[in-house]
């Protein structure tokens, strides 16, 4: 089954082609991040703007990318929520008019969930164009899959949720942030410290050039030890903010405050997330969003994961932060598509 997904739902415009909810056979992705650089964080109006300009060139992209023609697909897909109302409508609308003119199947997917099948595609999807294209069948992925029970961490922008997922389709959640998600609180401390948009980047390369073996910052690890699966990180950009403002001098020094920042942020992930499985016997640990690019918390993940024997998921990166091929592989493990006349950008939606 042939899928085309799309993603709307916040500054990315992603239109990925995917089969059988794995094989990716083309994964386009148009950003509008640098018009936001300026701001310092996205505007919604412009971000809104770009999808409707990118979104149909995206989808002719895609299509050409995977060899297909439109009447190739055997589905749509679009991530409908949660997101910016003006972009996800973009998306919505795109996705409607081409289920409904090729009279096809509609899938509507939270673009969360989308996050977590990031997981269940295959992992090298470049050579695999390729091999397409020549119509040649040498598919050659990765055919592990992450086991159920699973608890997913999905650490993006907008988002930091912890999920339990006992079978495709099937989820508990069950926490989330209270204030800042964990990729806001990188996209705001790069703008405190003077650093480019997105923060998270920014604040990983920065912080590689130093080595945390002895450092004076002490930044807190919030809620690290609470009996449940919430986060904060507001207080911990105050932390960061409250140092800088109380340095006697300007003599401060932004890798080792990137550095351990960082190392607070992942410590409170991992250690909640892992906290989660072991309450859960989970047979796996999937990672999304994001916030799933950073190098940190593969590593540490990877260890800590395997110190209790819970294999850890990561998608490849391209497939971490938002695009159109985890909508299309989250939409294969549906069951209920949707009437394309009555479909809705839902903003505020969560997890069922
Ligand atoms: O999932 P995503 O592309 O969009 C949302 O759904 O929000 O995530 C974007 C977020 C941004 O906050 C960005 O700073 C963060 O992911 N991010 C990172 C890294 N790459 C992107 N955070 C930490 N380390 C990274 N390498
Ligand atoms: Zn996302």
């Not at 020094?253 to 989660?276: G, M, N, P, R």
Request: hydrophobic share 40%; net charge neutral; charged share 20%.
């Amino acid at each position: 089954m042939i899928i085309l997904g799309i993603e709307t739902t916040c500054d990315e415009t992603g239109v990925g082609i995917v089969k059988d909810g794995r094989e990716v056979l083309s994964n386009v992705v148009a950003s509008s991040a640098v018009m936001h650089k300026k701001f310092g964080g996205i505007v919604p109006e412009v971000a809104a703007r770009e999808q409707a300009r990118t979104v149909i060139p995206c989808v002719r992209q895609a299509l050409r990318q995977a060899g297909c023609k439109l009447l190739d697909i055997d589905a749509f897909a679009v991530a409908n929520g949660p997101g910016l109302v003006g972009s996800l409508l973009a998306g919505v609308e795109t996705a409607k008019t081409l289920a409904f003119v090729c009279e096809k199947p509609l899938f509507a997917v939270n673009h969360l969930v989308g996050h977590v099948y990031a997981n269940w595609v295959n992992q090298d999807h470049s050579a695999e164009i390729i091999d397409h294209r020549k119509k040649k069948s040498t598919m050659n992925y990765e055919l592990r899959t992450p086991n159920f029970p699973l608890v997913a961490l999905i650490v993006s922008g907008g988002h930091t949720d912890l999920i339990l997922m006992l079978y495709h389709g099937k989820y508990k959640w069950l926490g989330g942030t209270r204030d800042d998600a964990a990729g806001e609180a990188f996209d705001k401390v790069a703008r405190f410290l003077g650093l480019g948009y997105p923060g998270g980047p920014e604040i990983e390369r920065m912080a590689s050039s130093y080595k945390l073996e002895v450092t004076s910052y002490k930044f807190p690890r919030p809620m690290i030890n609470e009996d449940n699966f919430d986060f904060s990180f507001s207080g911990l950009k105050t932390a960061v903010v409250n140092l800088v403002h109380g340095s006697q001098s300007t003599v401060y020094s932004k890798e080792e405050i990137a550095c351990t920042f960082q190392d607070a942020v992942v410590d409170v992930l991992v250690e909640k997330t892992i906290k989660a499985a072991k309450k859960y016997n989970a047979k796996s640990i999937v990672v999304g969003g994001g916030v799933a690019a950073n190098e940190l918390l593969r590593s540490r993940f990877k260890v800590d994961g395997s110190r209790i024997g819970i294999p850890v998921y990561f998608p490849k990166k391209g497939l971490s932060v938002d695009n159109g091929a985890m909508i299309a592989a989250a939409a294969f493990y549906q069951t209920n598509f949707t009437d394309p006349l009555i479909i809705q950008a839902e903003p505020g939606l969560h997890f069922a």
